[in-house]
């Protein structure tokens, strides 16, 4: 139980375009869903907390305008990176707290690797 | 907000060698959990533990709430142990912090 999925799981996209990632939690219904990004050999810094049928919270230093996140249904998120640059380049992971095991508890999907030419 | 420190940040151990990895938290949490980060990403849960004693198989995970810090227990290692061991927390809510890592890399 308690898994998440994540599509595409690896994208390559020109600059100055969008692209949308997906994060559905597949056998549990997810009321709170968070999106990080992950940089080469460093740790996940977290980016939005995302709760079905409210906006998304954001960290500190995290550009919303440019970081859209629509958390639509209790099953589905999305993050769409608009007018990427090659800085926005990274791994971006999803994950979603079940209720399962522990409250608080987060399931990791398995990652999106953006590359942005 | 708070803060997490993991050490040691490398670790290299031979096949079968035993090891600790430790995790410690700047304040009391709601939260914490321990994952292992295979190399192609995936952050595979080990242990939700804000509190108490648990074991799975070879692993196990120690935390003292009181006294903030949480240890991960590694015994008889094999290959497939090696990865980044992540400890994450969190406080008051949601918000999960997460530490530097530990990179362990088993030699057979």
């Known amino acids: 139980g308690a898994v998440v999925s994540q599509h595409p799981s690896r994208v390559i996209c020109k600059s100055g375009t969008s692209v949308k990632i997906e994060c559905r939690s597949l056998?549990?219904?997810?009321?709170?869903m968070f999106w990080y990004r992950q940089f080469p050999k460093q740790s996940l810094m977290l980016m939005a907390t995302?709760?079905?049928?409210?906006?998304?919270?954001?960290e500190q230093g995290v550009e919303k305008d440019k970081f859209l996140i629509n958390h639509a249904s209790l099953t589905l998120s999305t993050l769409t990176v608009t007018s990427a640059h090659p800085e926005d380049s990274s791994f971006y992971i999803c994950?979603?707290?079940?209720?399962?095991?522990?409250?608080?508890?987060?399931?990791f999907g398995p990652g999106t690797r953006l590359t942005v030419t | 907000g708070i803060q997490v420190e993991q050490s040691p940040p490398d670790l290299i151990l031979q096949e079968g060698a035993n090891s600790t990895l430790r995790c410690n938290f700047s304040?009391?949490?709601?939260?914490l959990q321990w994952f292992h980060q295979n190399p192609w990403g995936q952050l595979i849960n080990l242990f939700y533990i804000p509190s108490g004693t648990k074991q799975n198989g070879r692993l196990s995970a120690t935390t003292v709430a009181t006294e903030r810090y949480s240890l991960l227990y590694i015994s008889s290692s094999q290959t497939t142990d090696s990865g980044v061991y992540f400890c994450a927390a969190a406080t008051g809510g949601f918000k999960t912090i997460f530490g530097a890592g530990t990179r362990l890399f088993v030699k057979a």
């Open positions: 994950s979603a707290t079940s209720g399962i095991g522990g409250p608080y508890e987060q399931y």
């Open positions: 056998d549990f219904q997810a009321t709170t």
């Open positions: 995302s709760n079905e049928g409210s906006k998304a919270t954001y």
């Open positions: 304040d009391s949490v709601n939260n």
